[in-house]
Nanobody
Framework: QVQLVESGGGSVQSGGSLRLSCAASGYTYTIDRMGWFRQAPGKEREGVACIDSGGRISYAESVKGRFTISQDNAKNTMYLEMNSLNPEDAAMYFC????????????????????????WGQGTHITVSS
């Protein structure tokens, strides 16, 4: 089992920045990929950014150039640096992890946020005021 705990959410004005952290514990050596997902009220959950154990990264088109995912393997912690936030970024953000090495290909590109992620954090809420 893997346990995930997010931190760093909150409220910010449009154009502002936030940094999320996700601390993993338990059988972390089994993790193949980790990622950030978000869900806004009335919308489906979407993958925001994901990273695999080799450091490869996938971003949603809507956050490319604004968000940066990273991981500190020594601390078993993943981060999401979010800049130029806008009201469309407001959502509950979840950290997730999977041991499944199978990759999902969408439109010819590997989507590291694809597939089943069995481990999830409790979520952290982000609001962005215009």
């Amino acid at each position: 089992q893997v346990q995930l705990v997010e931190s760093g959410g909150g409220s910010v004005q449009s154009g502002g920045s936030l940094r999320l952290s996700c601390a993993a514990s338990g059988y972390t050596y089994t993790i193949d990929r980790m990622g950030w997902f978000r869900q806004a009220p009335g919308k489906e959950r979407e993958g925001v950014a994901c990273i695999d154990s080799g450091g490869r990264i996938s971003y949603a088109e809507s956050v490319k150039g604004r968000f940066t995912i990273s991981q500190d393997n020594a601390k078993n912690t993943m981060y999401l640096e979010m800049n130029s936030l806008n009201p469309e970024d407001a959502a509950m953000y979840f950290c997730a992890a999977t041991y499944n090495p199978r990759r999902t290909v969408v439109a010819g590109r590997v989507d590291l946020c694809g597939g089943i992620f069995p481990y999830w954090g409790q979520g952290t809420h982000i609001t962005v005021s215009s």
